[in-house]
């Protein structure tokens, strides 16, 4: 059974950082793309960033390119977020999801298991 757990959401100020981590477990971590969404109450889940199956290739939302970065630890099950200068527009519950594939995709449809999510919220 593949588990999606994400971790690291919060309360921040304007122009503060938080990092989101995501431990994968029940499938091969390395072989697929990895991504992190976000919602909002009324909105559809909208695409923040891709990673591709090894790391070195990596899409963002223009509205976060610049400010948040996307890593993982292969040896570690793990992606990450780091989110820089957070604005109130950032908060939204974030969501990680595993890829069908190992290349970076965009769309939700082409992720098959998500975690639970976790709330960031920006305080102005």
């Known amino acids: 059974q593949v588990q999606v757990v994400e971790s690291g959401g919060g309360l921040v100020q304007a122009g503060g950082s938080l990092r989101l981590s995501c431990t994968v477990s029940?499938?091969?971590?390395?072989?697929?793309?990895m991504g992190w969404f976000r919602q909002t109450p009324g909105k559809e889940r909208e695409f923040v960033a891709g990673?591709?199956?090894?790391?070195?290739?990596?899409r963002y939302a223009d509205s976060v390119k610049g400010r948040f970065t996307i890593s993982r630890d292969n040896a570690k099950n793990t992606v990450y977020l780091q989110m820089n200068t957070l604005k109130p527009e950032d908060t939204a519950v974030y969501y990680c999801?595993?890829?069908?594939?190992?290349?970076?995709?965009?769309?939700?449809?082409?992720?098959?298991?998500w975690g639970q999510g976790t709330q960031v919220t920006v305080s102005s």
């Open positions: 999801a595993s890829a069908r594939l190992g290349g970076v995709v965009f769309s939700a449809n082409d992720y098959d298991y």
């Open positions: 029940g499938r091969t971590f390395s072989r697929y793309a």
């Open positions: 990673i591709n199956y090894a790391g070195g290739s990596t």
